[in-house]
C-alpha cells in the first residue's frame, strides 16, 4: 500500500513537473519534451499490445503514420478544424487497424510480428508512392495548422508553448484511459492471454475478439500520436510508416520496461536525452547508442523503469502485487 | 608554403587583435550545418563538412566576417525528415545560430523548409535538388545555392537534343528525385526536339533506393525498344548500376546514355577505371570545368588538405559559407532580416563560376558544365573530356515556371 | 524468350545470395531460439574483411576463405558474453541486444573504413562474361547460381550425415532431451552462432564483388532475409532455399510486370503466405 501511495506521489510530482515545464524550460528542451511526450502515447499504444496482450507488433508505424496522413489530407482537403482533423484520424486509424487486426490476430509470437511488420510496409509503399495523393517519398505538407479553438480560449498551435500543452493533455488522457483499461476485467483477460492462451479459451473467452479489440484501442491511440507528430513537424512523411519507426517504439518500450503502464515513456525520455547527450560530443553517435543499449539491456534486464521498481520492491522487502 | 603566408597571417592577426580591441564584446558569427553523418550517405556529409571547414577557415584567416570569428556546429540529419527538423530546430534555439546550411536529402529538405518561416532564419540549401524549395514552397527565409533538378535536367535534355536517339527510357530512384527528373526530362526535350518519343510508366525502371541488385532493371530497359536512356540514380546505386551494367554489356555502345550524377566524384573514386568511357556525364559542380583563379585556388587548397578532389557536396558547402559572408558584408550586418535582403540579388564569384540568387524564388543561377567520362593518366579518377559549359541563364527555367509565390 | 531467361538468371542469382544469408539466420533461429538482428551486419563484416584482404594480397579468394571465419571468432564473444546472460530471458530482450549491436557494427564499419563507397573487384577467372544468346551475361553471376546448391546441398549432407550435424538437428528439435543425453547445450549454442555468423560473412564475401560495400548493406539485406526465413518456415533448410528463389524470382519479374507494386511485393508474399500456411511453406504446424 505505501509503495502504490509513493508511487502515485511520484505520478502527480512528475505530472507538475510537465505542467509547469513551459514557464522554466527553454523552447528547445520544451520541444523535445513535446517530441518526448509524443513517442510516449506512440510507444505506449504499442506496449498495450507488447506489454498486456503478448504480442510484439512490428507494424504499428504504419497505423501511426496512417493516423498523420489522414489528419493532414482532412487539413487539406476539408475544413480547417483540429478536431476535424483528429476525427478524421481516430476513425481512420481505427477503421485500419480493424482491417489489420482481424487478419493478424490469428498468429502468435513471431509470425505476429512479422506479419503486422508486412502490412505495415504496405501502408508505408502507398504513402510512399501514391504520389499525387501522399505528395510521394517528398511527404505532405504545405497545411496550415488550425488555431487550438478550446471555445472560452482560441490560441495559435504555432507557439512551441501552446503545441507542448495540447500533446500534454492528450498524452495524458491517453495514459489515464489505458490506465483504466488495464485494470478493468478486460486488462485482467489481456494478461492471462500473455500468459496462457489455451486455457483461456479453455474458460470461454473468444481469444481472437479480445485481441483485436487491443489492437483497434492501440492502433487508434497510434493513429493520435501520429497526428501530434505530424502537426509537430508540420508534414506527414512516409519515414512515419517504416518498420524502423515501429522499431523505436519496440526499443523505447524494452528500454523502459514493458511490464509497467509508463514504461514506455520512461523509455522514451532516456532515449530522446540519450541522443541529445551523445550528438552534443560526437557525430558517430549510433556507435554509442548501441554499445548503450547493449550495456542497458544487460543491466536492466526488466526495462530502466521496470528494474527500478524491482529494486524499491527488494529494498522493502516485500514482493509485488 | 606555410612560411610564405605566415608574414599575412601575422599581419592579420594584429588587425584582428586591434579591432578585437574595439570589438570585445562581439559574439561569434554561429553557422549551423545539417547533414547526413551517419548511415549510408554519410559519405556526402564528411565532404560537406570539409568544404564548410575549408571555407570557414578561410574567412577566419581573414579576421571572420564583419570582424568577427565564425564558429560552426554540425548536426545530423540522418537523411530522415523528423530528425532534420529537430536538429534545424536545434540549432536556432539552442545553438543560437544566425544562420542555417545543408540538407542532402529532397524530403528532409521539403519538410524543413516551410518550418523555416516559423523559425525566422535563414536557410542555405546546398545540396538538395527538389524543385519545390524554391518553387511550390518558397518562401522568404530558404535559398539555394546549388543546382537543382530542372538546371541539371535542362542540360541533360539540351545534351539529349543533339543526340540521334529518338526513344527515351529512364533508370532513376523510385522516389520524387527520381521521377521529378524523368517529367523535367520529358518536358524539356519534348520542347526542343518535338518528335522524341517518351517510354511508358510501366516500361522504364524506376528502383527502390535500397535496391542492390539492379540486373533485372538492367535487363528491362536492354529489352525496351528505348535507344536513349537518362539515369539519375546517384551515390551507391550508381555505382551498384555501373558495374552490373557493364558486366552485362549495357555500355556496348548501342545506347545513348546520360548519366545526371554521372561525375560525381564520390562516385567516380569508387569506380575508377570501372566506369565506362565515352558516357555523357553531369554533376552540380566539376572540379576541372573551369580555370579561373577562384577555383584552381580553391581545387588547390582542397585537395592538399584532404588529399581528394572537391566533390559537389563540398563545394556546395563551401559556396553557401561564402555567399553569406558576402551578404553580411554587402548589408554590414548578420542580424537575420538584414541578411535575407543581403542574399536576394547576391552576385558573387565562387569556384563553379559566378552566381546570382534570383530575388524572386530565392534559387541561384549558376553555370552548369556536363562532359563525357575520359581516361587521363594524370588523374586517379575519370575526367570528364570534352566539357560542355551550359551559362546559367539558358538553365534555369523563368520564375513564372517554377511555381513560387514568394511571401 | 530471351527476356525470360535474363530474368530467371537475375532472380536466380539475387536468390542464391539471400540463401546463403538466410541458412544463417534459419539456423540460429532453429536452434537457439534467438531472431539475430544483427545477421545483417555480420553479412556487411564479411564483406568489408574481404574488401581488407583484397587491399592487402589483391586476391579475392583469400578474403572469401579468411573473412568469414574472423566473424565467426567475433561472433563467438558475442555469443559467449553478450547474449548468453540473455537465455531464458524474455525473447525481446534478445531482439533489442542485436539491435544495439547492429546500429554499433553499422556505425563502426565507417570508424574503421570511412564513409565512402568500396568496390571489390570479381577474381581474374570470374569476371567478365559468356555469351547467352544474343546477349552477354555476367560469369560472376553464373558462378552464384551455381554456387548456391552446392553450398545447400552441402548443409544438407553435414545435417543428415555427421555427428555434429546430427547433434544440432536434436538440439534444435528439443533441447531438454539433448542435454539429459549429455549433449554439452551451451558449447553447441556458441558453435551454431559462430556458424550462423560464419555463412552470413560467407554471402557478405561473396556480395562485395556483385554490389558496393557501405555500411547500410546489412540493414538492407536483413528484412529481406527475415522475409525469406518465415515465408520457407522458421528453422527449415529447404524452406530457406525455396523462400529465396520465390523472392528472387518475385523480384525480377516483378520488375518488369508490376513496376508500382516493386516494393510492396514481398510484404504481399508474405501476408498471402502466412495466412494461408501460418508456419511457412516448410515449417512443421504446431
Given at each position: 500500500m505505501r509503495i502504490r501511495r509513493a508511487g502515485s506521489l511520484w505520478i502527480v510530482a512528475s505530472t507538475a513537473f510537465l505542467a509547469a515545464a513551459p514557464f522554466f524550460l527553454s523552447t528547445y528542451w520544451i520541444l523535445i519534451l513535446t517530441e518526448i511526450l509524443t513517442m510516449s502515447l506512440f510507444a505506449m499504444s504499442f506496449n498495450l499490445l507488447f506489454g498486456y496482450t503478448g504480442l510484439l507488433s512490428f507494424g504499428q508505424a504504419g497505423i501511426f503514420g496512417a493516423g498523420g496522413y489522414l489528419a493532414v489530407l482532412s487539413l487539406l482537403h476539408g475544413p480547417s478544424s483540429l478536431w476535424g482533423a483528429f476525427a478524421a484520424a481516430l476513425a481512420g486509424s481505427a477503421l485500419i487497424s480493424l482491417v489489420i487486426g482481424w487478419f493478424c490476430v490469428r498468429r502468435d509470437e513471431i509470425y505476429f510480428a512479422i506479419l503486422t511488420l508486412g502490412f505495415g510496409m504496405m501502408l508505408f509503399t502507398v504513402a510512399h508512392n501514391w504520389r499525387s495523393l501522399t505528395g510521394g517519398s517528398d511527404g505532405l505538407g504545405g497545411f496550415t495548422l488550425p488555431p487550438l479553438d478550446l471555445f472560452v480560449w482560441r490560441g495559435s498551435l504555432a507557439d512551441p508553448r501552446h503545441f507542448y500543452f495540447l500533446v500534454l493533455a492528450v498524452a495524458l488522457i491517453g495514459a489515464i484511459l489505458l490506465y483504466r483499461m488495464v485494470n478493468s476485467p478486460f486488462g485482467l483477460m489481456l494478461r492471462s492471454i500473455r500468459e496462457n492462451t489455451q486455457r483461456l479459451s479453455f474458460v470461454g473467452a473468444d481469444v481472437r475478439a479480445v485481441r483485436l479489440c487491443a489492437f483497434v484501442v492501440a492502433g487508434t491511440l497510434a493513429g493520435i500520436a501520429g497526428v501530434l507528430f505530424a502537426f509537430f513537424n508540420r508534414i506527414a512523411s512516409p519515414e512515419m510508416l517504416h518498420w524502423a519507426f515501429s522499431g523505436k517504439a519496440v526499443l523505447m518500450t524494452i528500454l523502459g520496461g514493458s511490464g509497467v503502464l509508463l514504461g514506455p515513456a520512461v523509455g522514451a525520455a532516456i532515449f530522446f536525452v540519450l541522443e541529445h547527450v551523445i550528438t552534443a560530443y560526437t557525430t558517430n553517435w549510433m556507435v554509442f547508442l548501441g554499445a548503450i543499449l547493449i550495456v542497458l539491456v544487460l543491466a536492466f534486464p526488466r526495462g530502466v523503469l521496470g528494474s527500478l521498481l524491482d529494486l524499491v520492491q527488494r529494498y522493502r522487502g516485500r514482493p509485488r502485487s | 608554403m606555410k612560411n610564405k603566408s605566415l608574414t599575412p597571417v601575422l599581419v592579420l592577426l594584429v588587425m584582428v587583435f586591434s579591432a578585437g580591441i574595439g570589438l570585445a564584446a562581439d559574439k561569434p558569427v554561429k553557422i549551423g550545418f545539417a547533414y547526413i553523418m551517419s548511415g549510408p550517405f554519410a559519405t556526402y556529409g564528411q565532404f560537406a563538412k570539409q568544404g564548410a571547414e575549408l571555407a570557414i577557415d578561410e574567412l577566419n584567416a581573414k579576421g571572420g566576417i564583419l570582424g568577427r570569428k565564425v564558429e560552426s556546429f554540425f548536426e545530423d540529419t540522418a537523411g530522415k525528415p523528423d530528425v532534420g527538423i529537430r536538429v534545424i530546430r536545434k540549432h536556432v534555439f539552442e545553438n543560437g545560430a544566425d544562420v542555417v546550411m545543408g540538407l542532402d536529402s529532397s524530403g528532409v529538405a521539403a519538410a524543413v523548409a516551410p518550418v523555416m518561416m516559423e523559425l525566422k532564419t535563414p536557410l542555405l540549401v546546398t545540396h538538395a535538388a527538389t524543385p519545390d524549395v524554391t518553387g511550390s514552397k518558397c518562401n522568404r527565409y530558404t535559398f539555394r545555392v546549388s543546382l537543382n533538378i530542372n538546371q541539371n535536367i535542362a542540360m541533360a535534355s539540351a545534351i539529349a537534343a543533339d543526340m540521334k536517339s529518338k526513344i527515351w527510357t529512364t533508370a532513376g530512384p523510385d522516389y520524387s528525385f527520381g521521377h521529378q527528373s524523368w517529367e523535367y526530362f520529358q518536358q524539356y526535350l519534348a520542347r526542343k526536339k518535338p518528335d522524341a518519343v517518351f517510354l511508358p510508366q510501366a516500361e522504364v525502371a524506376f528502383s527502390p533506393a535500397a535496391t542492390t541488385d539492379f540486373s533485372s532493371y538492367i535487363t528491362k530497359i536492354m529489352n525496351s525498344k528505348a535507344e536513349g536512356?537518362?539515369?539519375?540514380?546517384?551515390?551507391?546505386?550508381?555505382?551498384?548500376?555501373?558495374?552490373?551494367?557493364?558486366?552485362?554489356?549495357?555500355?556496348?555502345?548501342?545506347?545513348?546514355?546520360?548519366?545526371?550524377?554521372?561525375?560525381?566524384?564520390?562516385?567516380?573514386?569508387?569506380?575508377?577505371?570501372?566506369?565506362?568511357?565515352?558516357?555523357?556525364?553531369?554533376?552540380?559542380?566539376?572540379?576541372?570545368?573551369?580555370d579561373t583563379p577562384v577555383n584552381q585556388a580553391f581545387v588547390e587548397a582542397f585537395s592538399k588538405r584532404y588529399n581528394v578532389y572537391p566533390s559537389y557536396n563540398a563545394h556546395g558547402a563551401y559556396a553557401a559559407v561564402k555567399a553569406y559572408a558576402a551578404a553580411a558584408e554587402k548589408v554590414k550586418s548578420v542580424e537575420k532580416e538584414k541578411i535575407v535582403e543581403g542574399l536576394r540579388g547576391l552576385s558573387l564569384e565562387l569556384p563553379v563560376g559566378k552566381i546570382t540568387i534570383r530575388p524572386e524564388d530565392h534559387q541561384a543561377i549558376t553555370d552548369g558544365a556536363w562532359g563525357v567520362t575520359a581516361a587521363d593518366p594524370n588523374y586517379p579518377i575519370r575526367i570528364l573530356k570534352p566539357i560542355r559549359k551550359f551559362s546559367g541563364a539558358e538553365i534555369t527555367p523563368p520564375v513564372a515556371e517554377t511555381g513560387c509565390k514568394m511571401n | 524468350m530471351e527476356a525470360f531467361f535474363a530474368n530467371l538468371l537475375n532472380g536466380l542469382s539475387w536468390g542464391m545470395l539471400l540463401f546463403l544469408i538466410s541458412m544463417g539466420l534459419t539456423t540460429v533461429f532453429g536452434v537457439m531460439g534467438v531472431l539475430n538482428f544483427a545477421h545483417g551486419s555480420l553479412f556487411m563484416l564479411g564483406a568489408y574483411l574481404c574488401l581488407q584482404f583484397v587491399r592487402w594480397t589483391g586476391s579475392f579468394w583469400i578474403g572469401l576463405i579468411l573473412g568469414p571465419p574472423l566473424v565467426a571468432a567475433l561472433s563467438v564473444l558475442i555469443e559467449r558474453f553478450l547474449l548468453r546472460p540473455l537465455y531464458g530471458r524474455d525473447v525481446s530482450l534478445q531482439l533489442l541486444l542485436t539491435f544495439g549491436l547492429m546500429l554499433f557494427l553499422d556505425d563502426g564499419v565507417r570508424l574503421i573504413w570511412g564513409a565512402a563507397y568500396h568496390v571489390v573487384n570479381p577474381p581474374e577467372v570470374l569476371s567478365g562474361s559468356v555469351a547467352l544468346f544474343s546477349r552477354s551475361y555476367p560469369l560472376y553471376r553464373l558462378f552464384l547460381v551455381i554456387l548456391g546448391p552446392i553450398v545447400g546441398i552441402g548443409l544438407w549432407a553435414f545435417f543428415t550425415y555427421t555427428l555434429w550435424g546430427k547433434l544440432l538437428r536434436a538440439a534444435a528439435t528439443d533441447r531438454q532431451m539433448a542435454e539429459i543425453v549429455g549433449v554439452r547445450v551451451p558449447v553447441l549454442f556458441t558453435a551454431v552462432f559462430a556458424f550462423g555468423a560464419w555463412l552470413a560473412a560467407v554471402g557478405g564475401a561473396l556480395a562485395a564483388p556483385h554490389q558496393s560495400v557501405g555500411p547500410a548493406m546489412g540493414e538492407r539485406i536483413i528484412i529481406e532475409s527475415f522475409i525469406v526465413v518465415v515465408i520457407g518456415g522458421m528453422g527449415s533448410f529447404p524452406g530457406a532455399f525455396v523462400g529465396a528463389l520465390v523472392l528472387g524470382l518475385l523480384h525480377s519479374f516483378g520488375t518488369t510486370f508490376f513496376p508500382q507494386l516493386q516494393m510492396a511485393l514481398p510484404y504481399i508474399l508474405l501476408a498471402v503466405i502466412l495466412l494461408i500456411r501460418p508456419r511457412g511453406l516448410f515449417g512443421a504446424e504446431s
Amino acid at each position: 500500500m505505501r509503495i502504490r501511495r509513493a508511487g502515485s506521489l511520484w505520478i502527480v510530482a512528475s505530472t507538475a513537473f510537465l505542467a509547469a515545464a513551459p514557464f522554466f524550460l527553454s523552447t528547445y528542451w520544451i520541444l523535445i519534451l513535446t517530441e518526448i511526450l509524443t513517442m510516449s502515447l506512440f510507444a505506449m499504444s504499442f506496449n498495450l499490445l507488447f506489454g498486456y496482450t503478448g504480442l510484439l507488433s512490428f507494424g504499428q508505424a504504419g497505423i501511426f503514420g496512417a493516423g498523420g496522413y489522414l489528419a493532414v489530407l482532412s487539413l487539406l482537403h476539408g475544413p480547417s478544424s483540429l478536431w476535424g482533423a483528429f476525427a478524421a484520424a481516430l476513425a481512420g486509424s481505427a477503421l485500419i487497424s480493424l482491417v489489420i487486426g482481424w487478419f493478424c490476430v490469428r498468429r502468435d509470437e513471431i509470425y505476429f510480428a512479422i506479419l503486422t511488420l508486412g502490412f505495415g510496409m504496405m501502408l508505408f509503399t502507398v504513402a510512399h508512392n501514391w504520389r499525387s495523393l501522399t505528395g510521394g517519398s517528398d511527404g505532405l505538407g504545405g497545411f496550415t495548422l488550425p488555431p487550438l479553438d478550446l471555445f472560452v480560449w482560441r490560441g495559435s498551435l504555432a507557439d512551441p508553448r501552446h503545441f507542448y500543452f495540447l500533446v500534454l493533455a492528450v498524452a495524458l488522457i491517453g495514459a489515464i484511459l489505458l490506465y483504466r483499461m488495464v485494470n478493468s476485467p478486460f486488462g485482467l483477460m489481456l494478461r492471462s492471454i500473455r500468459e496462457n492462451t489455451q486455457r483461456l479459451s479453455f474458460v470461454g473467452a473468444d481469444v481472437r475478439a479480445v485481441r483485436l479489440c487491443a489492437f483497434v484501442v492501440a492502433g487508434t491511440l497510434a493513429g493520435i500520436a501520429g497526428v501530434l507528430f505530424a502537426f509537430f513537424n508540420r508534414i506527414a512523411s512516409p519515414e512515419m510508416l517504416h518498420w524502423a519507426f515501429s522499431g523505436k517504439a519496440v526499443l523505447m518500450t524494452i528500454l523502459g520496461g514493458s511490464g509497467v503502464l509508463l514504461g514506455p515513456a520512461v523509455g522514451a525520455a532516456i532515449f530522446f536525452v540519450l541522443e541529445h547527450v551523445i550528438t552534443a560530443y560526437t557525430t558517430n553517435w549510433m556507435v554509442f547508442l548501441g554499445a548503450i543499449l547493449i550495456v542497458l539491456v544487460l543491466a536492466f534486464p526488466r526495462g530502466v523503469l521496470g528494474s527500478l521498481l524491482d529494486l524499491v520492491q527488494r529494498y522493502r522487502g516485500r514482493p509485488r502485487s | 608554403m606555410k612560411n610564405k603566408s605566415l608574414t599575412p597571417v601575422l599581419v592579420l592577426l594584429v588587425m584582428v587583435f586591434s579591432a578585437g580591441i574595439g570589438l570585445a564584446a562581439d559574439k561569434p558569427v554561429k553557422i549551423g550545418f545539417a547533414y547526413i553523418m551517419s548511415g549510408p550517405f554519410a559519405t556526402y556529409g564528411q565532404f560537406a563538412k570539409q568544404g564548410a571547414e575549408l571555407a570557414i577557415d578561410e574567412l577566419n584567416a581573414k579576421g571572420g566576417i564583419l570582424g568577427r570569428k565564425v564558429e560552426s556546429f554540425f548536426e545530423d540529419t540522418a537523411g530522415k525528415p523528423d530528425v532534420g527538423i529537430r536538429v534545424i530546430r536545434k540549432h536556432v534555439f539552442e545553438n543560437g545560430a544566425d544562420v542555417v546550411m545543408g540538407l542532402d536529402s529532397s524530403g528532409v529538405a521539403a519538410a524543413v523548409a516551410p518550418v523555416m518561416m516559423e523559425l525566422k532564419t535563414p536557410l542555405l540549401v546546398t545540396h538538395a535538388a527538389t524543385p519545390d524549395v524554391t518553387g511550390s514552397k518558397c518562401n522568404r527565409y530558404t535559398f539555394r545555392v546549388s543546382l537543382n533538378i530542372n538546371q541539371n535536367i535542362a542540360m541533360a535534355s539540351a545534351i539529349a537534343a543533339d543526340m540521334k536517339s529518338k526513344i527515351w527510357t529512364t533508370a532513376g530512384p523510385d522516389y520524387s528525385f527520381g521521377h521529378q527528373s524523368w517529367e523535367y526530362f520529358q518536358q524539356y526535350l519534348a520542347r526542343k526536339k518535338p518528335d522524341a518519343v517518351f517510354l511508358p510508366q510501366a516500361e522504364v525502371a524506376f528502383s527502390p533506393a535500397a535496391t542492390t541488385d539492379f540486373s533485372s532493371y538492367i535487363t528491362k530497359i536492354m529489352n525496351s525498344k528505348a535507344e536513349g536512356v537518362l539515369i539519375s540514380l546517384w551515390g551507391g546505386n550508381l555505382i551498384d548500376f555501373v558495374r552490373q551494367a557493364a558486366d552485362m554489356g549495357f555500355f556496348d555502345g548501342k545506347r545513348d546514355i546520360l548519366m545526371t550524377l554521372g561525375a560525381a566524384t564520390e562516385v567516380l573514386y569508387a569506380l575508377k577505371d570501372k566506369m565506362p568511357t565515352g558516357i555523357w556525364v553531369g554533376t552540380r559542380y566539376w572540379f576541372l570545368a573551369n580555370d579561373t583563379p577562384v577555383n584552381q585556388a580553391f581545387v588547390e587548397a582542397f585537395s592538399k588538405r584532404y588529399n581528394v578532389y572537391p566533390s559537389y557536396n563540398a563545394h556546395g558547402a563551401y559556396a553557401a559559407v561564402k555567399a553569406y559572408a558576402a551578404a553580411a558584408e554587402k548589408v554590414k550586418s548578420v542580424e537575420k532580416e538584414k541578411i535575407v535582403e543581403g542574399l536576394r540579388g547576391l552576385s558573387l564569384e565562387l569556384p563553379v563560376g559566378k552566381i546570382t540568387i534570383r530575388p524572386e524564388d530565392h534559387q541561384a543561377i549558376t553555370d552548369g558544365a556536363w562532359g563525357v567520362t575520359a581516361a587521363d593518366p594524370n588523374y586517379p579518377i575519370r575526367i570528364l573530356k570534352p566539357i560542355r559549359k551550359f551559362s546559367g541563364a539558358e538553365i534555369t527555367p523563368p520564375v513564372a515556371e517554377t511555381g513560387c509565390k514568394m511571401n | 524468350m530471351e527476356a525470360f531467361f535474363a530474368n530467371l538468371l537475375n532472380g536466380l542469382s539475387w536468390g542464391m545470395l539471400l540463401f546463403l544469408i538466410s541458412m544463417g539466420l534459419t539456423t540460429v533461429f532453429g536452434v537457439m531460439g534467438v531472431l539475430n538482428f544483427a545477421h545483417g551486419s555480420l553479412f556487411m563484416l564479411g564483406a568489408y574483411l574481404c574488401l581488407q584482404f583484397v587491399r592487402w594480397t589483391g586476391s579475392f579468394w583469400i578474403g572469401l576463405i579468411l573473412g568469414p571465419p574472423l566473424v565467426a571468432a567475433l561472433s563467438v564473444l558475442i555469443e559467449r558474453f553478450l547474449l548468453r546472460p540473455l537465455y531464458g530471458r524474455d525473447v525481446s530482450l534478445q531482439l533489442l541486444l542485436t539491435f544495439g549491436l547492429m546500429l554499433f557494427l553499422d556505425d563502426g564499419v565507417r570508424l574503421i573504413w570511412g564513409a565512402a563507397y568500396h568496390v571489390v573487384n570479381p577474381p581474374e577467372v570470374l569476371s567478365g562474361s559468356v555469351a547467352l544468346f544474343s546477349r552477354s551475361y555476367p560469369l560472376y553471376r553464373l558462378f552464384l547460381v551455381i554456387l548456391g546448391p552446392i553450398v545447400g546441398i552441402g548443409l544438407w549432407a553435414f545435417f543428415t550425415y555427421t555427428l555434429w550435424g546430427k547433434l544440432l538437428r536434436a538440439a534444435a528439435t528439443d533441447r531438454q532431451m539433448a542435454e539429459i543425453v549429455g549433449v554439452r547445450v551451451p558449447v553447441l549454442f556458441t558453435a551454431v552462432f559462430a556458424f550462423g555468423a560464419w555463412l552470413a560473412a560467407v554471402g557478405g564475401a561473396l556480395a562485395a564483388p556483385h554490389q558496393s560495400v557501405g555500411p547500410a548493406m546489412g540493414e538492407r539485406i536483413i528484412i529481406e532475409s527475415f522475409i525469406v526465413v518465415v515465408i520457407g518456415g522458421m528453422g527449415s533448410f529447404p524452406g530457406a532455399f525455396v523462400g529465396a528463389l520465390v523472392l528472387g524470382l518475385l523480384h525480377s519479374f516483378g520488375t518488369t510486370f508490376f513496376p508500382q507494386l516493386q516494393m510492396a511485393l514481398p510484404y504481399i508474399l508474405l501476408a498471402v503466405i502466412l495466412l494461408i500456411r501460418p508456419r511457412g511453406l516448410f515449417g512443421a504446424e504446431s
